[in-house]
């Protein structure tokens, strides 16, 4: 177990705008905060099963975490919760190709960009730039599924750091229970697709990892690497 979650079921409304949502919650209509500012169009219908948390500030009731899947597991929509299960992931020595790796610092600037964390791994630094992979198709977990100019912007951040003979990572987070794969999915951004061959080409380290929602609210790390194809 990565994380506890308090977590309510509700039934999906509708999506007001890319940050916010209607959920029904014990017969009641609520509002709720979406992180996640993919298109989501695979889960973002009326009727569909959901898990939210309770919100105390701001405008909204509620946190949309994810939404029911298979074997009564979750997929994670919520991108704070997959990066609180990373970091946890981290801390607890789980990931294989991050043993010896701490987190140094978060919202690191570089270039024009803000990467998500800078490491320590045995004394080395990387960069390291976390996405979200919601997207299913069979045993894969896919990103990006719509144009992403800012995930473009990223990838090319990654590229100069290791041209420049720095260590840089990007991590593709796949918040989908049972997947075994990542791929980038190319109808999403074509662009992405082409920057990651180039990213591989250069020496940007691509990995990607897979994580899931328990009916009680436990965030568990289902596999700790997941095999990419680019």
């Not at 997929?75 to 140094?104: H, M, P, S, V």
């Not at 960069?127 to 990103?143: I, N, P, Q, T």
Request: some cysteine; glycine content about 10%.
């Amino acid at each position: 177990m990565l994380l506890k979650l308090p977590i309510i079921e509700c039934t999906f409304i509708k999506r007001l705008n890319r940050f916010l949502g209607v959920i029904e919650v014990n017969g009641e209509l609520k509002k709720a905060l979406i992180t996640n500012t993919g298109r989501l169009e695979e889960f973002m219908i009326r009727g569909r099963k959901a898990f939210c948390i309770p919100k105390q500030e701001g405008k909204t009731n509620f946190v949309l975490i994810g939404f029911l899947e298979n074997e009564g597991k979750g997929a994670i929509i919520d991108t704070r919760t997959q990066a609180k299960a990373f970091e946890r992931a981290i801390e607890l020595g789980l990931i294989e190709w991050l043993k010896g790796c701490k987190i140094k610092k978060r919202e690191v600037k570089v270039g024009n960009s803000r990467l998500d964390y800078l490491l320590d791994c045995n004394g080395e630094e990387v960069f390291v730039e976390m996405k979200s992979a919601v997207l299913r198709e069979g045993d894969y977990a896919m990103y990006p599924d719509c144009p992403s100019l800012r995930g473009q912007k990223h990838i090319k951040e990654l590229i100069r750091l290791r041209e420049n003979g720095k260590r840089a990572m990007i991590v593709f987070i796949g918040a989908l229970p049972g997947v075994r794969k990542f791929k980038s999915y190319t109808q999403g951004d074509p662009e992405i697709a082409r920057l990651l061959r180039e990213a591989d080409k250069v020496g940007v380290e691509i990995h990607a990892l897979g994580i899931s929602l328990l009916p009680d609210g436990k965030v568990v790390l289902e596999k700790p690497s997941l095999e990419v194809e680019l």
